[in-house]
């Protein structure tokens, strides 16, 4: 069970249990998911018009946009900046699962409200989120700018990309783009884990213990397209800003911009994009939202429940 359920029969999980259950959920689930991650991120950086009918962008279809990675850059090219997303995905889980239990924990506790509501669940999942985000923004921008570049590489190495990103644009570097972040995350996560628990509630209680898993995936698949569709251009606006200053390794994809902030790119992008330039890379984000949302819950009540199983067998 995802978040503090006073009704349970065993004992709420302990921080440590869901921190260690939550990493271990983002490790296994970044290592699937990373390929559709990285052609995510082409098609939300390409300022041309992600369209067959229109094909003067470098990517215009996931299965196109595939085959050209594949052939330009090769089979490793999928997992780009996998170290840092490995890490980013490792920090990300364990500071939302072990705050989001904390923090359901303490609703029920210390208010009237029933702490397994949907609507706690929305904004404790929120606050976790925003939580994590801050803690691991540094990450998810070296993540970002991995998954962007072409060949020839500007970082080489992880040790590489920090210490030449602090020499020229300073710590706040790795902080490009965390106000969209931020603004995005809250309801992003929140619903994520509103619709799970509305999914859980509506699926009921599965026939047989076996089921448990399948359900998870099912309603996180779900509740994570719904969320991404819900959210989607703040996470657009967010790529674009992380990769500020890191225009000479996207000159092999086509044009380049550069924004002063926030309302900037909003308005540079209404401008010269028109509205369809908010949704790029939607169809493989849709698609990442739902493997990832769904193997992470799955994968998170999995290791939670091994982890209390063995304390318990102790």
């Known amino acids: 069970m995802v978040g503090y359920d006073p009704g349970s029969k065993g004992a709420a999980p302990a921080p440590e249990d869901a921190a260690l259950s939550g990493s271990a959920a983002g490790m296994v689930t970044r290592a699937l998911i ?3 991650d990285v052609i995510k991120i082409r098609f939300q950086l390409q300022i041309e018009s992600v369209s067959s009918r229109h094909p003067e962008g470098k990517y215009w279809g996931l299965f196109q946009a595939s085959r050209c990675i594949l052939a330009e850059e090769g089979l ?7 170290v840092p ?20 924990e303490m609703t029920h506790k210390s208010t009237v409200y029933d702490s397994q509501t949907a609507g706690v669940h929305f ?23 991995f998954a962007a570049q072409g060949e020839p590489k500007v970082y080489h190495s992880l040790r590489h990309a920090v210490s030449t990103m602090y020499r020229t644009e300073g710590a706040l570097g790795f902080y490009r783009g965390l106000g969209p972040t931020l603004v995005a995350v809250f309801p992003y996560a929140g ?5 799970y628990k509305v999914l859980k509630n509506l699926m009921g209680p599965p026939p047989k213990d076996s089921d448990v898993g399948g359900q998870s995936l099912v309603c996180g698949s779900c509740a994570g397209v719904i969320s991404k569709t819900m959210t989607y251009p703040f996470d657009l606006i967010k790529k674009r800003l992380q990769v500020g200053g890191f225009e000479e390794a996207r000159a092999h994809f086509g044009q380049v911009r550069r924004y002063g902030g926030f ?17 790029k890379g939607l169809s493989p984000s849709l698609v990442k939202a739902a493997v990832s949302t769904g193997f992470t819950f ?13 304390k318990g067998s102790q």
Do not use: M
């Open 85 to 104: 997303a490995q890490l980013l995905s490792v920090c990300f889980g364990a500071v939302q699962f072990a705050s989001f239990e904390f923090l359901t």
């Open 76 to 82: 490793p090219a999928f997992w780009k900046g996998h």
């Open 123 to 145: 904004v404790c999942g929120g606050l976790a989120a925003c939580s994590a985000t801050v803690a691991c923004q540094p990450l998810d921008t070296l993540r970002t700018r």
């Open 34 to 36: 990373s390929p559709l």
């Open 191 to 195: 619903l994520q884990f509103f619709f």
């Open 298 to 310: 799955f994968w998170y009540e999995f290791f939670l429940n091994v982890i209390q199983n063995q």
């Open 263 to 279: 309302v900037d790119c909003v308005s540079q992008i209404a401008r010269e994009e028109g509205l369809r330039g908010f949704l």
